[in-house]
């Protein structure tokens, strides 16, 4: 993005708040600054970011605004948005972008090495063995060359991005702009390279609706424009493991918007389509963390973890060097694409029916004559139509893996031999119980397996388990045991004579990877 | 306003009336029985494309063929006032013109409307369901009038589970009138009856409150209260050694497979269905809830 068009946008978003505020009455003006000028005093009270003190002078002057009059509240809001605006932009660049794809691998080798031991991963590391990328992905790369594509993937690290990136470049798809929160660009090796792949900055500690409206402004003046786009609609790394159901509906919106705002402007803006993404990672940094923060009952309360394995680069490293030197461990499966209600598309970007036959989208939001009709309230429903069709996607286009499964059935075994404990019982089992008969377990396994291939047969989900000589059971707990020793200090599984220990906090964060499939009856 | 109303029974015929009585053009679609003095059409396609608001009075195990016919767009509108689940899954009718169509602007309507008390002009209440505020008042617009006031909600997953609770808390109903179990005992079927509905609504996610209003308390009151509305007859005939018709089985069995999923206990409710089927007398049923264990109301 040029100078020029920085300024274009940040003028854009002032005319949106513009329009938005000279809407409300007084009382509402009042409210609406009054709130972020209340959220802003309680969030820099213990700041001690550099730009504390400039901020908190802000703050202060939109607190005077609100005593003084109508026209004052219009300013100080209108302040605030220039200066949101700045803050959120990024310094996206095309020809930056090119240099640095072109560079990559390499680009991602040094960022893994950045921080730590200055040993590259060697010139014949290549990602492409250890990330798979799956999917329609010649149908998106037409696609996106005639219309503006949002990316929707599911949300499980702070390494989803660079992975994205990676499956982004190697697909030939082209740059997405994406939202990072603002703690992200704490690892200055994160911060370069998400700048220049397209990341603007969310900065989540702000809550106030002034900014929450520049962000959805931004968002919705970006895709209107063009700019391809992602969204993490689970909004932030799921806790449990689990795959998200509960999608938020706030950017996901913004397209439906800019999309309205496209055949207002006869017809002139591209049409916007959905594209689900699923990853399947065979081992999650922060899994230790994020499983902690899910049972505890502080977790609701850490909506941003900054402290977590993430923000320690040595284990970045380290992580990265183990996981991603093991085949195929991480997989991004690009969806099936969709319109913005939902509805499957052709390859020409025209929405299908349940039967197959194509029809006029525009209709959901046009008269016959050709006008838009504005409804807000319409909007919203047609977008939880989109989160519904969301995670239906994410669920059929899970990839199952060994650590998964094998979680998975090492949790249930506890579950057999601990009957009446609850889930938050069972992860506080003491360290002499904490394991399952191998047997067992490879009984309950093979019923997963099971269940697995059905569903993969159905076309209910994708699995990329191990093959080869040697009963199907035992290559899965044997891949999964391995992947899990190489990383994890204390491993979800691990093998001891004639017992399987099991980690249950572990076993249940990627186990819970399986949460959505309808689990095989236990045949005794 | 356009508003087609596909069905040419008496439900359907009382819905053009109130159309026509709210200042509007009613048109009828039917399969089999034109209408007879409401301007009417085979055609239920072009009858969808041509109308604002399409209102769908067709029988449950009727709706997915319609749908199929009719063919309803992007841009229509479609009001189910149909009581009832879908007989064979026991999920929402609503759910079908979503699934065979593109629409996606639904709504449900019930209340205590009783047809034949609507073309003699007597007073009658209805809401209309939709997650699409527009839905709502577009169909308030088409139906409301000095002889029937329509109310609008958002909770389209209550007003459809009434329905269905509806139809089988009056079959409840006319079995106690069978039985001659006397007054009090239809007090009982009807607020345990409600108490059930909310229960599992509220496991469903609908508002409490829905069953309490028009589409619940409401439409079963006077459900009861008619002795020719099929349901109360069924149960009625049934009271009295008679087979109960399959239709009514399916009925009370949706609402159970809807239940089992939930896993909501509804012993009423099971025990209408185990009458229906045959399963168990109506006597010994009904000796058998008031022979529960005694607990907090």
Redesign the interface.
């Known amino acids: 993005m040029t100078q020029e068009s920085s300024r274009s946008v940040s003028r854009a978003l002032r005319g949106r708040m513009k329009v938005r505020i000279e809407e409300m009455s007084d009382d509402a003006l009042y409210s609406y600054l009054a709130e972020a000028v209340y959220l802003e005093r309680q969030r820099l009270l213990k700041s001690t970011d550099a730009t504390a003190e400039e901020e908190r002078a802000a703050v202060e002057s939109a607190a005077r605004a609100i005593h003084e009059g109508r026209a004052e509240m219009i300013e100080a809001v209108l302040a605030m948005t220039r200066t949101y605006a700045h803050e959120i932009h990024n310094r996206f660049s095309e020809r930056t972008y090119e240099v640095a794809t072109k560079l990559l691998p390499g680009a991602l080798t040094r960022l893994l090495s950045a921080a730590g031991p200055k040993t590259a991963l060697g010139p014949d590391f290549d990602p492409g063995s250890r990330i798979a990328v799956h999917g329609p992905v010649d149908m998106l790369r037409q696609l996106a060359e005639t219309h503006t594509l949002v990316l929707a993937p599911t949300h499980v690290s702070n390494l989803d991005s660079p992975v994205i990136g990676y499956a982004l470049y190697q697909t030939g798809l082209p740059p997405f702009i994406y939202g990072a929160g603002l703690n992200l660009f704490d690892n200055p090796a994160m911060s370069f390279f998400m700048s220049r792949l397209g990341a603007y900055t969310v900065d989540r500690r702000k809550r106030h609706r002034v900014y929450k409206d520049v962000l959805k402004d931004y968002s919705t003046e970006r895709i209107g424009r063009g700019a391809h786009s992602l969204f993490f609609p689970g909004g932030t790394r799921c806790r449990s493991g689990k795959i998200e159901t509960r999608l938020k509906r706030g950017l996901l919106g913004t397209a439906i918007q800019a999309w309205q705002e496209g055949l207002q402007a006869e017809g002139e803006g591209r049409e916007i389509l959905v594209v689900p993404c699923t990853l399947s990672f065979s081992l999650v940094l922060e899994a230790e963390t994020l499983i902690e923060d899910s049972l505890s009952e502080q977790g609701k309360a850490r909506y941003i973890i900054s402290d977590d394995e993430f923000s320690e680069p040595t284990t970045v490293y380290h992580f990265a060097r183990k996981v991603l030197n093991l085949d195929a461990s991480v997989h991004v499966r690009f969806g099936a694409p969709l319109d913005l209600l939902g509805n499957p598309v052709d390859a020409q970007g025209c929405s299908l029916d349940p039967g197959g036959q194509p029809f006029e989208r525009r209709a959901y939001v046009m008269t016959e004559g050709g006008d838009v009709v504005a409804d807000p309230q319409r909007d919203k429903v047609y977008t939880n139509h989109l989160a519904t069709a969301l995670s239906h996607a994410y669920q059929r286009d899970h990839t199952v893996l060994s650590t998964q499964v094998v979680a998975r059935a090492a949790w249930d075994c506890l579950t057999m031999r601990y009957p009446r404990l609850d889930t938050y019982q069972q992860v506080l089992l003491a360290p002499h119980e904490q394991w399952v008969d191998r047997e067992v377990l490879l009984t309950r396994l093979r019923e997963w397996l099971d269940q697995i291939d059905r569903l993969t047969e159905a076309g209910a989900l994708h699995q990329a388990l191990p093959k080869g000589e040697g009963e199907r059971a035992e290559l899965v707990l044997t891949e999964a045991v391995e992947r899990f020793s190489s990383y994890h200090s204390r491993p979800a599984v691990a093998h001891e004579d004639w017992r399987i220990l099991v980690d249950p906090k572990l076993a249940l964060y990627y186990g819970n990877r399986l949460a959505g499939v309808p689990a095989p009856e236990v045949k005794r | 306003m356009n508003v087609g109303i596909i069905g040419s029974g008496a439900w359907g015929k009382a819905l053009a009336t109130l159309v026509a009585r709210a200042g509007h053009q009613p048109r009828i679609g039917y399969r089999r029985n034109p209408p007879g003095g409401i301007p009417g059409t085979p055609n239920l396609d072009t009858l969808v494309a041509e109308s604002d608001l399409t209102i769908l009075s067709v029988p449950s195990d009727a709706v997915e063929s319609v749908i199929r016919q009719c063919k309803p ?3 229509s509108r479609m009001v189910i006032a149909t009581r009832g689940l879908q007989p064979e899954t026991g999920e929402w009718l609503s759910d079908l013109v ?5 629409c ?2 639904v709504g449900s309507l019930a209340g205590p409307a009783l047809a034949a008390e609507v073309v003699r002009n007597r007073p009658s209440g209805m809401v209309i369901a939709s ?4 839905v709502c008042t577009l169909t308030q617009d088409a139906l409301h009038s000095a002889i029937c006031r329509v109310y609008t909600s958002n909770d389209m997953r209550g007003v459809e589970l009434a329905g269905a609770m509806v139809l089988v808390l009056s079959m409840a109903v006319g079995i106690t009138v069978g039985l001659d179990l006397g007054i009090g005992s239809r007090g009982i079927v009807i607020t345990r009856g409600i108490a059930e509905a909310t229960r599992l609504g509220a496991a469903l996610g609908a508002h409490p409150q829905t069953f309490a209003g028009l589409a619940g308390v409401g439409d079963l009151v006077s459900c009861a209260s008619h002795k020719d509305h099929p349901s109360f007859a069924a149960g009625l005939a049934l009271a009295r050694g008679a087979r109960c018709p399959e239709r009514f089985q399916r009925d009370a069995q949706s609402v159970i497979r809807l239940a089992q999923r939930s896993e909501v206990d509804l012993p009423l409710t099971s025990a209408v269905a185990a009458i229906a089927t045959g399963e168990l007398r109506p006597k010994l049923a009904f000796d058998a809830l008031m022979r529960r264990e005694a607990r907090a109301e």
Request: aromatic content about 8%; glycine content about 8%.
């Open positions: 767009g992007a841009e979503v699934s065979l169509s593109p996606r602007r997650p699409f505020d527009e």
